[in-house]
């Protein structure tokens, strides 16, 4: 994903890359959309994030998961450049 617009605190400067992995899918609605505001006011133009999430599934009551229409209302001024599935099965993937 890469941001197209966003507003930022200048005493924090600006951020070329952000990765997550895992930790959206644990968040719930409210404080995805916060995350989403978050790295959009500290990303600089043409920056980049990188996020693994898994998607909802029976076996992640616990953890949950995301869709692709939660991530992009948490960001919606960012241009999704993949959404690509990965291998779960190892991981006890149901």
Do not use: H, I, N, Y
């Amino acid at each position: 994903m890469s941001p197209r617009r966003q507003s930022r605190p200048a005493e924090l400067g600006t951020f070329d890359f952000f990765f997550d992995v895992g930790c959206f899918q644990g968040l719930t609605s409210e404080q995805r959309l916060g995350e989403g505001r978050s790295v959009s006011a500290l990303a600089a133009p043409g920056a980049t994030q990188l996020m693994l999430a898994f998607g909802p599934t029976s076996g992640r009551r616990v953890v949950g998961g995301v869709t692709r229409a939660d991530v992009e209302a948490a960001f919606p001024g960012w241009e999704k450049l993949s959404v690509e599935p990965a291998e779960t099965a190892a991981l006890g993937d149901r």
